[in-house]
């Protein structure tokens, strides 16, 4: 799934992320999942290196930006704001690769 969410839900209180499309598909994270799995460059390249990606979960999405007509860029109240997270990878299309890139920092 790449096409743009209808409806993009940041229930900051509850530390969850919503998102909803035109063919009825949803999808919701939570803040603390979202940043364990963030795509950046720089998370990546600690999880290859066998190093743990932090995810405190209190930690909350502080801004959402979008990028082009194919992801969004999230911002973490832990200081972090590289992580690009493209529309498919949010979608329930994704589950497998968001769980995939943050067993990572579980290895």
Known sequence: MTALPDAIENRALQGVLALS???GSSASWTHAALR???PCAE???RRRAGLAVEADDGVRIAAIEP???YALNLGFTDGHRRGIFPFEMLGEAGRE???A???WSRT
């Open 21 to 23: 499309w035109a063919d």
């Open 36 to 38: 364990a799995a963030c």
């Open 43 to 45: 998370c990546r390249a």
């Open 67 to 69: 990028v082009g007509a």
């Open 97 to 99: 690769m968001l769980h």
């Open 101 to 103: 890139d943050a067993a």
